[in-house]
């Protein structure tokens, strides 16, 4: 258990009158990916810096002094998503369920229950003994979702927010026991398990279909109810011999050589996945297609204003350049992957280094194509003096668009030029298609009346 003196030493930056307060929602920033919320602790003021600080201090000692059922695999070092499927590859039966909220749903009970062993609920932090070292720790890691969130299910619900830096290594915790139980059940079955967060994977031999029974999701939706976990039925997933998920695929396979029967268990990218990669490169270099028209075809990318020539081919060159180096970077690790735990076929492999080859020779050619146009914008941009005279506070916005403008580094108008919508997007979290929208059409109008034009159509 943590001791008084190593406690304090974490938190003393954030006492006020010997007590550590919970977390105000002007410290917070709120954003939306997918479906899910995150929350991320502002750092433009000296005690969000000291708040951020001191949750990695916890996250560290949590890491180390806290041990995880093997089952967990997610946050954990030295491990990746690909280790979520390898103990599956030599099965037959697959089934996938996704646990509902799996941050949010997490009971603050719960987590007082499972860290009081560690963190005491009996030594107190200040000489009147109104706090324990306990609910101190809890004010640090949780969130209380204010009434007026955009989070409406979760409104006025203290909870551990997904997005701290703490949060993914306390859900481990708190599930240890889950695992376990899980576990032990799995063993009975002859069942493989493993988590990846609130992905749950299972398997069995082909001689054994129980995993796919409905008694068996039962027995599983019984034990994560203990903990107020749900499981989200429309993303539970079986599968026969071949599973695909989240761009990777797990194939059992058994092919005639001669006279013996050889079977295949392999871990690969999907077929969907290495599908899109080679489109992309024929594009590329066959087609010779921009980026903006691959970006559309392929990706679903929708720009909705467009700015000068080189700002708008800019923004398209960077996003391609993102996708092809992500798509390196997947295909890299499936083959470092392979080379522990071989898992993947040696021509499957032999077509990942053709690819990667491919990618590298074109990413070349975009950073350099890529740094030619930021030149060409970046002299523009010095040489609008006058944007640089209307300040963000001078725009007709909101003060708290104004603020998260701000957070971004935006601080004149000259800081917008060669930003587009999507791109404001994605600097500004939180600020959504709709709010983009609305600063997009304040920059036009002042921009017209500074210089008598727009860089907006």
Same mark, same amino acid.
């Given at each position: 258990?943590?001791?008084?003196?190593?406690?304090?030493?974490?938190? *003393?930056?954030?006492?006020?009158?010997? *007590?550590?307060?919970?977390?105000?929602?002007?410290?917070?920033?709120?954003?939306?990916?997918?479906?899910?919320?995150?929350?991320?602790?502002?750092?433009?003021?000296?005690?969000?810096?000291?708040?951020?600080?001191?949750?990695?201090?916890?996250?560290?000692?949590?890491?180390?002094?806290?041990?995880?059922?093997?089952?967990?695999?997610?946050?954990?070092?030295?491990?990746?998503?690909?280790?979520?499927?390898?103990?599956?590859?030599?099965?037959?039966?697959?089934?996938?369920?996704?646990?509902?909220?799996?941050?949010?749903?997490?009971?603050?009970?719960?987590?007082?229950?499972?860290?009081?062993?560690?963190?005491?609920?009996?030594?107190?932090?200040d000489k009147e003994k109104k706090q324990t070292f306990?609910?101190?720790?809890?004010?640090?890691?949780?969130?209380?979702?204010?009434?007026?969130?955009?989070?409406?299910?979760?409104?006025?619900?203290?909870?551990?927010?997904?997005?701290?830096?703490?949060?993914?290594?306390?859900?481990?915790?708190?599930?240890?026991?889950?695992?376990?139980?899980?576990? @032990?059940?799995?063993?009975?079955?002859? +069942?493989?398990?493993?988590?990846?967060?609130?992905?749950?994977?299972?398997?069995?031999?082909?001689?054994?279909?129980?995993?796919?029974?409905?008694?068996?999701?039962?027995?599983?939706?019984?034990?994560?109810?203990?903990?107020?976990?749900?499981?989200?039925?429309?993303?539970?997933?079986? &599968?026969?011999?071949?599973?695909?998920?989240?761009?990777?695929?797990?194939? !059992?396979?058994? +092919?005639?050589?001669?006279?013996?029967? @050889?079977?295949?268990?392999?871990?690969?990218?999907?077929?969907?996945?290495?599908?899109?990669?080679?489109?992309?490169?024929?594009?590329?270099?066959?087609?010779?297609?921009?980026?903006?028209?691959?970006?559309?075809?392929?990706?679903?990318?929708?720009? *909705?204003?467009?700015?000068?020539?080189?700002?708008?081919?800019?923004?398209?060159?960077?996003?391609?350049?993102?996708?092809?180096?992500? !798509?390196?970077?997947?295909?890299?690790?499936?083959?470092?992957?392979?080379? *522990?735990?071989?898992?993947?076929?040696?021509?499957?492999?032999?077509?990942?280094?053709? +690819?990667?080859?491919?990618?590298?020779?074109? &990413?070349?050619?975009?950073?350099?194509?890529?740094?030619?146009?930021e030149k060409i914008v970046e002299k523009k941009r010095?040489?609008?003096?006058?944007?640089?005279?209307?300040?963000?506070?001078?725009?007709?916005?909101?003060?708290?668009?104004?603020?998260?403008?701000?957070? &971004?580094?935006?601080?004149?108008?000259?800081?917008?030029?060669?930003?587009?919508?999507?791109?404001?997007?994605?600097?500004? @979290?939180?600020?959504?298609?709709?709010?983009?929208?609305?600063?997009? @059409?304040?920059?036009?109008?002042?921009?017209?009346?500074?210089?008598?034009?727009?860089?907006?159509?």
């Open positions: 258990m943590i001791n008084q003196k190593t406690f304090i030493a974490i938190v *003393k930056d954030l006492l006020i009158d010997e *007590k550590i307060q919970t977390i105000k929602k002007v410290s917070i920033t709120e954003f939306k990916i997918g479906k899910n919320y995150l929350y991320k602790v502002k750092n433009n003021k000296l005690i969000n810096i000291k708040l951020i600080n001191i949750q990695k201090k916890f996250h560290n000692y949590l890491q180390k002094n806290i041990p995880l059922n093997n089952s967990a695999i997610a946050f954990r070092k030295n491990l990746s998503y690909l280790h979520l499927f390898e103990p599956h590859r030599k099965n037959y039966y697959f089934l996938r369920l996704d646990i509902r909220s799996f941050f949010h749903s997490i009971e603050i009970k719960d987590i007082k229950d499972v860290l009081k062993e560690y963190i005491s609920d009996d030594d107190y932090i306990l609910e101190a720790f809890i004010n640090i890691v949780t969130y209380k979702i204010p009434k007026d969130s955009s989070n409406k299910k979760f409104r006025g619900k203290q909870i551990l927010p997904m997005g701290f830096l703490t949060s993914p290594i306390i859900s481990n915790i708190i599930f240890r026991q889950l695992d376990i139980q899980i576990q @032990k059940l799995c063993s009975s079955k002859k +069942i493989e398990y493993t988590r990846y967060a609130d992905d749950m994977m299972f398997s069995s031999e082909k001689d054994l279909s129980y995993v796919h029974s409905d008694d068996f999701i039962k027995e599983i939706r019984i034990i994560i109810g203990q903990m107020n976990f749900r499981l989200n039925e429309y993303k539970t997933l079986k &599968a026969k011999h071949t599973l695909s998920l989240n761009g990777y695929t797990i194939q !059992y396979d058994e +092919i005639i050589l001669e006279y013996e029967r @050889k079977k295949i268990h392999e871990l690969r990218l999907s077929n969907k996945k290495t599908d899109i990669i080679k489109k992309m490169i024929h594009m590329i270099l066959k087609e010779k297609k921009a980026p903006n028209i691959i970006l559309k075809k392929l990706f679903n990318y929708r720009l *909705k204003f467009e700015c000068d020539k080189e700002s708008y081919e800019k923004y398209n060159t960077e996003q391609l350049l993102h996708k092809i180096l992500g !798509y390196r970077s997947y295909l890299l690790s499936v083959i470092q992957f392979n080379k *522990k735990y071989n898992c993947t076929q040696e021509d499957t492999i032999s077509k990942y280094v053709k +690819i990667i080859n491919n990618l590298e020779k074109i &990413a070349k050619q975009y950073q350099v194509k890529l740094e030619k146009l010095k040489s609008l003096k006058d944007m640089s005279k209307v300040s963000i506070d001078d725009l007709s916005l909101s003060s708290s668009l104004k603020n998260k403008l701000k957070e &971004a580094k935006f601080k004149t108008l000259k800081d917008f030029y060669g930003v587009i919508e999507n791109d404001l997007i994605d600097r500004v @979290k939180g600020v959504g298609n709709v709010n983009a929208i609305r600063i997009m @059409k304040v920059i036009n109008i002042e921009l017209k009346k500074l210089i008598g034009q727009s860089f907006y159509e």
